[in-house]
Every structure is written in structure tokens, then in C-alpha cells.
Nanobody
Framework: QVQLTESGGGLVQAGDSLRLSCAASGRMHVSYAMMWFRQAPGQERKFVAGVGRSGTHYADSVQGRFTISRDSTGNTVSLQMDSLKPEDTAVYYC???????????????WGRGTQVTVSS
């Protein structure tokens, strides 16, 4: 089992920045990929960004505004979110898998999520 704990969410205004972090523990391995998804009310969970052996990957909607990074231990992943927009409002979830995937159904390990709200 892998346990994931997100932090860093909050309420900001459009154009502001936020930094999310996710700490992994348990049977975590440095070769695992780590990803961020988000889910807005009434919508499906969507891929935001991921980092793994294949490099970093971003959804088109956040490309150029968000940056994913991983610390040297491989157990913590961060998401730097700049130029935030109201449409970025969602619960953000951290996930771990063997490879970076945009399909949440392929992933078994999830954090509980952290709320990000961007006001206009």
C-alpha cells in the first residue's frame, strides 16, 4: 500500500499562484510515476500533470502555467500553479502508478484531495 497526503490548497484570486505538495509513504518506490488530477463539481476526474520515467506531462489546459516537480527522494511531488483562472477551481488529487497515465481508472493509489478555489 502507498499512502498519499496532499497539502497547499486554498482560496486565491485569478492571476495568483499556489503550490500543492503530495507526500508519499508506505510501499512507495522511486520508479513509480506521480500525477495530479482534478475534479470540479459535477465533472469527471481529469488529468492535470504527471512525472515519471517518461518525463513530465501536462494537460493542454495547464501547459505553460503549471509545473510539476519531484524531490530527490522521489517521495514528494509538487505542483506549482501560476496564472490561476476560475476554471482551475477543483479538488486536486495526487495519485501514484507504474507509469504516467491520464486515465484515473488505471490508478489504485490516491490522496484525499485538496481544494483549490480561484475567484474572479
Amino acid at each position: 500500500q502507498v499512502q498519499l497526503t496532499e497539502s497547499g490548497g486554498g482560496l486565491v484570486q485569478a492571476g495568483d499562484s499556489l503550490r500543492l505538495s503530495c507526500a508519499a509513504s508506505g510501499r512507495m518506490h522511486v520508479s513509480y510515476a506521480m500525477m495530479w488530477f482534478r475534479q470540479a463539481p459535477g465533472q469527471e476526474r481529469k488529468f492535470v500533470a504527471g512525472v515519471g520515467r517518461s518525463g513530465t506531462h501536462y494537460a493542454d489546459s495547464v501547459q505553460g502555467r503549471f509545473t510539476i516537480s519531484r524531490d530527490s527522494t522521489g517521495n514528494t511531488v509538487s505542483l506549482q500553479m501560476d496564472s490561476l483562472k476560475p476554471e482551475d477551481t477543483a479538488v486536486y488529487y495526487c495519485a501514484v502508478g507504474t507509469i504516467v497515465t491520464a486515465q484515473p481508472r488505471h490508478l489504485n493509489y490516491w490522496g484525499r484531495g485538496t481544494q483549490v478555489t480561484v475567484s474572479s
